[in-house]
């Protein structure tokens, strides 16, 4: 256990007004040092929250419960001086929208500064400016002596990015959280901010959490993987059993609504209807209604995550799906 930097057990997320609806159940997951662990699922089914809860990020109204333990120390109810200690120097997240995320009205070299100051009282600002200027040629932002004064507004959105990057390595945290980093990014930039990352991770032995919908980012990056649908963990696998052995339908959908290259004249799949809301979970499985494998227990019965081969799945017909056909490659 030593090895495991982030432990989360029976995580439940509910917001005031909900009337006892959660909008996150049950999920559990862990993260090991120098591991890259990929959590995935539609827009709203838990993933951003989940983390933002670990980190201490969710508004007031948040009701989070449950356990989530930093190498060995409970995050979930922790002080605010407890968790603003560790997030940003043991813990570090990198936003979906860097813009956003930075601060429009200081320099790139002060908001990095900062970063490294405000968790290492005794650098000075000569020393930690200095810091930063190392970091920004670790993220390879060229001509980082003339950019270190410039400001967001003047760096595209691939810069912006790896600013981002800089300041969340800028402590050497052990874990990162990287919440669709590369959503908002072309093809050709966000390879290189991928690269940036596992290389990175690779030199620090620093953990990985990778938010993303983008299922070919998981193949390329991840070890492993958590699927989400609807506030709950549905499957979690290695990453080649995830693509090559899918466990449950909706796993199996989000794989075939990728565009496939051996029949690129072919209309892409999708999966049918909308994901529930925490309001409207329907009785039984929450996926089917969606779920062309449907039957009448998945409609009466809510399934537990139980283990199928090497995967484990929340599908009351897990083990006796059909055979998949195999539709990307995995990196």
Same mark, same amino acid.
């Given at each position: ?19 006892? *609806? ?13 591991? %890259?662990?990929? #959590? ?20 007031? $109204? ?7 333990? @930093? ?10 001086? %407890?968790?603003? $200690?560790?997030?940003? $120097?043991?813990? =570090? ?7 956003? /995320? ?16 405000? +968790? ?13 200027? *190392? ?14 004064? *410039?400001?967001? +507004? !003047?760096?595209?959105? &691939? ?5 981002? #990057? ?23 930039? *966000? ?17 990985? =959490? ?21 506030? $709950?963990?549905? !499957? ?5 059993? #995830? @693509? ?27 999966? &049918? &209807? ?12 929450? @996926? ?13 019965? %809510? ?19 059909? /055979?998949? !056909? ?6």
């Amino acid at each position: 256990m030593s090895d495991i930097l982030l432990d989360v057990r029976g995580l439940d997320i509910a917001f005031f007004g909900m009337a006892g *609806q959660r909008s996150v159940r049950d999920v559990s997951l862990t993260i090991a040092r120098g591991e %890259t662990v990929s #959590i995935v699922g539609e827009s709203g089914s838990g993933k951003s929250v989940s983390m933002r809860a670990i980190m201490g990020l969710l508004p007031d $109204s948040a009701y989070v419960s449950g356990s989530a333990k @930093f190498l060995g120390q409970e995050l979930i109810g922790a002080s605010t001086a %407890t968790l603003r $200690s560790l997030t940003g $120097s043991r813990i =570090a997240m990198i936003f979906q929208d860097p813009l956003t /995320a930075l601060n429009p009205l200081l320099s790139i070299g002060d908001q990095i500064s900062e970063a490294i100051r405000i +968790h290492n009282r005794d650098v000075s600002r000569r020393e930690a400016r200095e810091r930063a200027l *190392q970091l920004l040629r670790d993220v390879a932002i060229p001509f980082p002596e003339k950019r270190l004064d *410039q400001y967001p +507004h !003047e760096f595209s959105g &691939g810069m912006r990015q790896r600013v981002v #990057i800089a300041i969340a390595i800028a402590n050497k945290p052990d874990l990162i959280i990287a919440d669709e980093p590369t959503t908002a990014l072309d093809v050709t930039v *966000q390879a290189e901010v991928l690269d940036l990352l596992r290389r990175l991770c690779r030199q620090n032995g620093t953990g990985l =959490a990778l938010i993303t919908h983008d299922l070919g980012v998981v193949a390329g990056m991840a070890e492993r993987v958590y699927v989400m649908y609807a506030g $709950s963990i549905v !499957e979690a696998a290695l990453v080649d059993d #995830i @693509f090559e052995r899918p466990a449950h339908p909706y796993t199996r959908g989000l794989l075939r609504s990728l565009p496939k290259m051996k029949d690129q004249a072919k209309r892409l799949e999708d999966i &049918g &209807g909308t994901p529930p809301t925490a309001a409207s979970l329907p009785t039984g499985c929450a @996926f089917h209604p969606r779920c062309s494998f449907a039957t009448d227990v998945c409609r009466k019965e %809510t399934p537990r995550l139980n283990s199928y081969g090497r995967s484990i799945a929340a599908c009351h017909l897990g083990g006796s799906l059909p /055979a998949f !056909e195999k539709e990307i490659e995995t990196a």
